[in-house]
Structure formats: structure tokens, C-alpha cells
């Protein structure tokens, strides 16, 4: 189909073989190839641009080397460079010192927040925890409904609560919330998976809400769910989330479909917090932690 970045470089250096270095006027090309390549699997343009700079600067002036061709030289500090961004290793969970530990699901609807809460969860399980989840999504009864359903499928605790007719609204979510982690303690939970209304955009309500239930909850992680086909919106998104909450960690889902990974890329550059899971399928076990050499080679194409 396309060819590898790799194909496409050695072309851009087919002439430089026997020249001793790699100078400014050679790498031109390739360094077209490589911006190209970076946008195509939607890294962000203000990440692309500093990229860019990055390998101009550290491949400018190399000796060609006998051991490695041009083309391999260049893609190792392409390489390097995005590992550098993404960081080297998998990010850990924090977990509290005095259970239980909270977790608060961040996201737009549709991102995948209800399904990667129980993914969480059957993680967590997996790990020899007691998760309990809890949905504050108090406008969509459906979005209750189908964490239940999640929780169902892997035997996890579910804390329902009881609406009681309440208008919808930020005291009732609070209200739940508080409830959820009363009983997480009562019924020796020693985590809660908070899954939170999602909007269809950015609006000033769901991050009020939000900054709510985070003084509320004190919670040890602050996840933002990502829809990885989304690239720059979730970019964009992620941006605003992290301005308003200080997230702590990202999980990209739907990176089963063919969407190149640039996305993890730019939200780990643009809020500076690591990608902690990936969503690999709608299963609940289509689940796993981020390993930043997988993205690139997968970006890189
Ligand atoms: P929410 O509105 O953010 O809670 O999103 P949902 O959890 O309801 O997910 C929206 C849709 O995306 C559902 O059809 C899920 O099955 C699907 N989905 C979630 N995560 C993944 C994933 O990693 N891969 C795939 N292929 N689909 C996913």
C-alpha cells in the first residue's frame, strides 16, 4: 500500500551514499518525508514543527557512518526523538496509601469512557484488586444502564444508588459520588472507578461538574479517555481537559482501528502527562498498558 518512511527515506537519500556527512542541503528531502509521514498519522503541527527542528539539529554534521546507512541514522534519531517525547517506560498507577483509591473518568461521549471504565476494572480484578464502579452520569439513564451491564459482565461491584426523583444536577452527582465511596469502604472495595457524563463538546457545565467531584473525591488518578480516530479534536480536547483538572494520565482508545497513533504523540507533548492504557476492541479485556516503542514504529508506518 504506502510505502514505509523507511522506503521513502532511503529515496531521499539515494544520492547521499560516499558524501562523508549529512549536511543541511542533503537532509532536505528527508526531513520533507518525515513531516509528511508525522502529519499523515496526525501529529499534531506545533509537535511536527519542534520535531523537525529536533533531528535538523541532531543529524546536521553526522558522519555517515559505515556501520548504519544514512537512512537508518536518520530514522534512529527520529526514533529516539518521539520515544523521548512519549517517555521510555510504561507509567504506573497510582494507587493511594489508605484505600480506597479513586479513579475519575474523564471524556467526551463517545470516547469510550463506560467501556474503558470496566476495562479498568477487569485490570484491576486481574491485578488481585475489589473495584467498585460507580456511574454519575445522572442526565443519561442509558450511560447508568450500560456501565451496569459492563460491571454484569465481569462480576464487578456496581454502586447504583437510588435517584430518589432528584433533578438532575451537580448535587445529585454529588451526592451519588459521596455515596459510591462510602459503600467501596463498607463492602472492602479498595478502588472506585468514577464514570462520568460525557458531552458531545466542550462545555463549561461538565467542567464544573468535574472540578466538583475532584474536590469531592481527592482522587489518586484523573483519566482522560480519548478516542484515538479523533486525532486533533482529541488533542484539543485533552488540552482543555488537563487546563481545568490537572489530569494525570490518558488512555487512548480504539487503536484497534487504523488511526496511526499520532494523537498519543501530541497529547503527551501538548499536556505533558503520560499515556497510561490503550483500548484495543469493545471487549473488556481489549485492554493494555502503553508501551511508548510500540506507538512509534506504529506512527513512523
Ligand atoms: P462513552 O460515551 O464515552 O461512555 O463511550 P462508550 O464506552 O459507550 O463507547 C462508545 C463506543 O465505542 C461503543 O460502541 C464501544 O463499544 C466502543 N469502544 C470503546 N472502546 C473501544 C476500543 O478500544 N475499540 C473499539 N473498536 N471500540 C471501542
Same mark, same amino acid.
Given at each position: ?53 529536533h533531528i535538523r539539529? $541532531? ?6 557512518? *559505515? ?10 534519531i527520529v526514533n ?32 469510550? %469512557? ?16 475489589? +473495584? ?15 456501565? %451496569? ?5 465481569? $462480576? ?7 435517584? %430518589? ?25 479498595? *478502588? ?26 481527592? +482522587? ?55 499515556? %497510561? ?25
Amino acid at each position: 500500500m504506502f510505502d514505509t518512511l523507511s522506503e521513502k527515506l532511503q529515496r531521499a537519500f539515494k544520492n547521499l551514499r560516499g558524501q562523508g556527512t549529512i549536511t543541511e542541503e542533503n537532509i532536505g528531502e528527508a526531513l520533507r518525508e518525515i513531516r509528511v509521514a508525522l502529519l499523515e498519522a496526525d501529529v499534531n503541527l506545533g509537535v511536527v514543527k519542534e520535531l523537525i527542528e529536533h533531528i535538523r539539529e $541532531k543529524a546536521v554534521g553526522q558522519q555517515v557512518m *559505515t556501520a548504519l546507512s544514512p537512512t537508518e541514522q536518520v530514522v534512529k534519531i527520529v526514533n529516539d526523538e518521539l520515544i523521548a517525547i512519549l517517555g521510555k517506560d510504561t507509567a504506573r498507577f497510582n494507587f493511594a496509601s489508605r484505600p480506597p483509591t479513586v479513579i475519575l473518568m474523564a471524556g467526551l461521549q463517545g470516547s469510550g %469512557k463506560t467501556t474503558t471504565s470496566g476495562k479498568l476494572a477487569a485490570w484491576l480484578q486481574k491485578g488481585g484488586h475489589r +473495584p467498585m464502579l460507580v456511574s454519575v452520569d445522572v442526565y443519561r439513564p442509558a450511560a447508568r444502564e450500560q456501565l %451496569k451491564i459492563v460491571a454484569g459482565s465481569i $462480576k464487578a461491584n456496581l454502586y447504583e444508588g437510588d435517584l %430518589k426523583g432528584e433533578n438532575p444536577g451537580p448535587d445529585l452527582v454529588e451526592r451519588l459520588a459521596r455515596e459510591a465511596r462510602r459503600d467501596a469502604v463498607n463492602s472492602g472495595c479498595d *478502588t472506585l472507578i468514577v464514570d462520568t457524563a460525557g458531552r458531545l463538546a466542550l462545555d463549561d457545565d461538565l467542567m464544573k461538574e468535574m472540578e466538583r467531584l475532584k474536590k469531592l473525591l481527592a +482522587p489518586q488518578e484523573i483519566l482522560f479517555v480519548a478516542d484515538a480516530m479523533t486525532g486533533q479534536d482529541a488533542v484539543n480536547s485533552a488540552d482543555a481537559f488537563h487546563k481545568r483538572l490537572a489530569l494525570t494520565g490518558v488512555v487512548l482508545t480504539k487503536m484497534d482501528g487504523d488511526a496511526r497513533g499520532g494523537a498519543a504523540l501530541s497529547i503527551r507533548h501538548v499536556t505533558g502527562q503520560p499515556i %497510561k492504557f490503550i483500548g484495543t476492541g469493545e471487549r473488556p479485556d481489549a485492554f493494555e498498558a502503553f508501551h511508548p516503542d510500540r506507538i512509534v514504529s506504529r506512527i513512523l508506518g
